[in-house]
């Protein structure tokens, strides 16, 4: 059972929300919370496998609430935050993919897909909605400092690269173990590996360079 905590300071969105998730048998919502302090007091106090985030709500946003939470290190133990994002919020998605989230869903996305999202994030694996991961990118290559993603990537031995494009995949650690017949703690020690060659401190960062070099695409 995956226990999910909803905050979004729209009652419609989050009743919307609670609507198709309510229908799902693997999925429990623990709680709701309409502001950023709010969410991040409840996820202390409801310990839910999953946040899914609103960026923009009054009190706290949900940039800071996401660093709160997980201290820029999605790996970490503790609550995978699901960002709950509209079109537009580019710069938005970048920084709370900055502050440690899993990745981020659109408000407008399929049950099914939302669905699909919270579930790969509470295995542990990344989701980026493909209409706006492009756009995510060209916020990514105008940063102060920014390389040039194909060199980024040229450190990466061929395991890496293969251990980054099944993280790109949604696969979590035990799952790559797995299918490249590993120890899930040399699965551990290529990602960390992925993740000081690339300059990137978890997954969301990692899959967003990868995207960008073009040796895996984003989901369709």
């Known amino acids: 059972?995956?226990?999910?905590?909803?905050?979004?300071?729209?009652?419609?969105?989050?009743?919307?929300?609670?609507?198709?998730?309510?229908?799902?048998?693997?999925?429990?919502?623990?709680?709701?919370?309409?502001?950023g302090r709010a969410g991040v007091e409840a996820a202390q106090t409801l310990r839910p496998d999953v946040v899914l985030?609103?960026?923009?709500?009054?009190?706290?946003?949900?940039?800071?609430?996401?660093?709160?939470?997980?201290?820029?290190a999605a790996d970490e133990s503790g609550p995978r935050v699901l960002a709950l994002t509209t079109f537009e919020d580019d710069e938005a998605l970048w920084g709370i993919l900055e502050a440690g989230a899993a990745g981020f869903v659109l408000k407008d996305a399929p049950a099914n897909d939302l669905v699909s999202a919270v579930g790969i994030t509470a295995r542990g694996g990344v989701w980026l909605d493909p209409r706006v991961a492009d756009r995510v990118m060209g916020t990514l290559r105008r940063r102060p400092g920014a390389t040039d993603p194909a060199r980024s990537v040229e450190p990466l031995s061929d395991r890496e690269l293969e251990v980054l494009r099944l993280v790109a995949s949604g696969a979590n650690n035990a799952e790559i173990a797995d299918i490249l017949f590993l120890a899930e703690r040399t699965v551990k020690g290529h990602i960390s590996?992925?993740?000081?060659?690339?300059?990137?401190?978890?997954?969301?960062?990692a899959i967003i360079h990868a995207y960008d070099a073009g040796i895996v695409a984003p989901r369709s």
């Open 1 to 35: 059972m995956i226990r999910l905590l909803l905050v979004d300071d729209q009652e419609l969105v989050r009743a919307g929300l609670r609507l198709i998730f309510s229908a799902e048998e693997h999925l429990q919502i623990v709680g709701e919370a309409s502001n």
């Open 53 to 72: 985030m609103d960026v923009r709500m009054p009190v706290l946003d949900g940039i800071e609430a996401t660093r709160e939470l997980v201290g820029g």
């Open 193 to 205: 590996a992925i993740f000081l060659k690339l300059g990137v401190r978890d997954r969301a960062a």
